[in-house]
T-cell receptor, first 119, second 109 residues
Framework: GAGVSQSPSNKVTEKGKDVELRCDPI?????LYWYRQSLGQGLEFLIY????????KSGLPSDRFSAERTGGSVSTLTIQRTQQEDSAVYLC?????????????????FGPGTRLTVL | GQNIDQPTEMTATEGAIVQINCTYQ??????LFWYQQHAGEAPTFLSY??LDGLEEKGRFSSFLSRSKGYSYLLLKELQMKDSASYLC??????????WGAGTKLIIKP
């Protein structure tokens, strides 16, 4: 079946502008994650959605960052008043996770990412 | 704090064997993942270990020692296409993944 898709693949914006990044998870996956990856760095967790539970926003770096997930499927990550330090690749992943806490593989499958450049 | 340590970069020769180590200090442990990430691409799942021992999957094997907070990824019969970054990630007590910075593996002919 289709994998995780993200759009746009590349986004160049000016400092101070707002941007929206979209993620379509694998159909049937209950969990959705957003990560940020700067050049040559590891993955930085941003936010996690699981079913109808309240999202885990513990990784969001500032209140300029927000995300929503509509209908338990598509998610949008919004960055307001972008700064140059927001430049990175934003990766979305989804997994099939039956419960909030489950001792299972819970493998995350990643989308191709959105490369954000803030000038 | 929580920490995942991996070598930044390794070089190996085509056809050889390479071992990429990962040590971790996390609040709890509920499994360890290895992912492969080619330059400019998304990470792809390679292996998962939750019990001590070796998991073999074709040319790739992954080992875990929970008492030592240690894992390694073993790649045999290296091919040029194995040039990539290899990411180690640990699922902590909250079932969240903590990611290492990755090891860039360079394969030379």
């Amino acid at each position: 079946g289709a994998g995780v898709s993200q759009s746009p693949s590349n986004k160049v914006t000016e400092k101070g502008k707002d941007v929206e990044l979209r993620c379509d998870p694998i159909s049937g996956h209950t969990a959705l994650y957003w990560y940020r990856q700067s050049l040559g760095q590891g993955l930085e967790f941003l936010i996690y959605f699981q079913g109808n539970s309240a999202p885990d926003k513990s990784g969001l770096p500032s209140d300029r960052f927000s995300a929503e997930r509509t209908g338990g499927s598509v998610s949008t990550l919004t960055i307001q008043r972008t700064q140059q330090e927001d430049s990175a690749v934003y990766l979305c992943a989804s997994s099939f996770r039956r419960t909030l806490r489950r001792a299972s593989t819970d493998t995350q499958y990643f989308g191709p990412g959105t490369r954000l450049t803030v000038l | 704090g929580q920490n995942i340590d991996q070598p930044t970069e390794m070089t190996a020769t085509e056809g050889a064997i390479v071992q990429i180590n990962c040590t971790y200090q996390t609040s709890g442990f509920n499994g360890l993942f290895w992912y492969q990430q080619h330059a400019g691409e998304a990470p792809t799942f390679l292996s998962y270990n939750v019990l001590d021992g070796l998991e073999e999957k074709g040319r790739f094997s992954s080992f875990l020692s929970r008492s030592k907070g240690y894992s390694y990824l073993l790649l045999k019969e290296l091919q040029m296409k194995d040039s990539a970054s290899y990411l180690c990630a640990v699922k902590d007590s909250n079932y969240q993944l903590i990611w290492g910075a990755g090891t860039k593996l360079i394969i030379k002919p």
